[in-house]
């Protein structure tokens, strides 16, 4: 007698309708629509990050680090004479590297000695900030006057590069809306609410090349051939639509 409650909840619950457990799994599955834009702007660079430095050997560390400092110092001194404000020089690397002496071979039961610094190696490496774009070529000219003797590279860049990455979006995003527009028409339906949207943006700067001219210029007392050229933001917009029933 005692167990009659249990035998009747069991078969209540085999008496409720199969499509009360699966509403979800016969819910139809809406039907969306993927189309992509793409988008760019073209811009001059308004600003410039010239990388040099100097490579300084000596037998002790302290004359290879004086040799170093006064180069540095030359070419800090020519740059605050190019009017480059403090805090765009920034000092990117600075190493020491000890030099060992080359070990004569020895026989296989021979102790290994230890190696023996016979030298040092200083460098030091300066990017700078140029705003000014005409003042880059004078940059590393009077750097490299001055006695810094790797040049390491140049890199154009936009201060406000987030408006352009904002203006390529917004013409990647009306592309994307125009083909889902012309594609809906094309096969008939309608569309519905938007579902999902990605982006993303890159920017392509052009490549300076003035490095291999470095040497020969220097020799020449030629100036530096460089053109800034523009740069392009790229821009990607991913919209899912649903399609309307």
């Known amino acids: 007698m005692p167990r009659m409650p249990l035998?009747?909840?069991?078969?209540?619950?085999?008496?409720?309708?199969?499509?009360?457990?699966?509403?979800?799994?016969?819910?139809?599955?809406?039907?969306?629509?993927?189309?992509?834009?793409?988008?760019?702007?073209?811009?001059?660079?308004?600003?410039?990050?010239?990388?040099?430095?100097?490579?300084?050997?000596?037998?002790?560390?302290?004359?290879?680090?004086?040799?170093?400092?006064?180069?540095?110092?030359?070419?800090?001194?020519?740059l605050k004479e190019l009017k480059i404000e403090k805090e765009r020089i920034q000092t990117s690397a600075f190493t020491v590297s000890p030099q060992y002496k080359s070990t004569s071979r020895r026989s296989a039961d021979a102790s290994p000695a230890p190696p023996e610094i016979v030298g040092y190696t200083v460098s030091n490496t300066l990017t700078v900030e140029v705003r000014e774009i005409d003042k880059v070529a004078s940059v590393i000219e009077e750097s490299l006057s001055a006695g810094a003797n790797h040049f390491q590279g140049l890199r154009w860049a936009l201060?406000?590069?987030?408006?352009?990455?904002?203006?390529?979006?917004?013409?990647?995003?009306?592309?994307?809306?125009?083909?889902?527009?012309?594609?809906?028409?094309?096969?008939?339906?309608?569309?519905?609410?938007?579902?999902?949207?990605?982006?993303?943006?890159?920017?392509?700067?052009?490549?300076?090349?003035?490095?291999?001219?470095?040497?020969?210029?220097?020799?020449?007392?030629?100036?530096?051939?460089?053109?800034?050229?523009e740069m392009r933001v790229e821009a990607t917009v991913t919209l899912i639509y649903e399609i309307a029933r």
């Open 7 to 78: 035998i009747a909840f069991v078969i209540a619950l085999l008496a409720v309708p199969g499509g009360v457990w699966s509403a979800d799994s016969t819910t139809p599955e809406i039907p969306t629509l993927t189309v992509v834009g793409t988008g760019s702007v073209t811009a001059a660079p308004d600003s410039a990050f010239v990388t040099v430095g100097m490579d300084s050997a000596g037998r002790s560390l302290a004359e290879a680090q004086r040799q170093n400092s006064a180069v540095i110092q030359k070419v800090l001194e020519r």
């Open 159 to 229: 201060r406000d590069e987030q408006q352009a990455r904002l203006n390529a979006l917004k013409i990647a995003a009306g592309k994307a809306r125009e083909k889902a527009t012309a594609l809906s028409e094309a096969v008939n339906v309608k569309l519905g609410r938007l579902v999902n949207v990605t982006e993303g943006t890159h920017v392509v700067a052009p490549m300076p090349r003035v490095g291999r001219a470095m040497a020969a210029m220097e020799g020449a007392g030629g100036e530096v051939p460089i053109s800034s050229g």
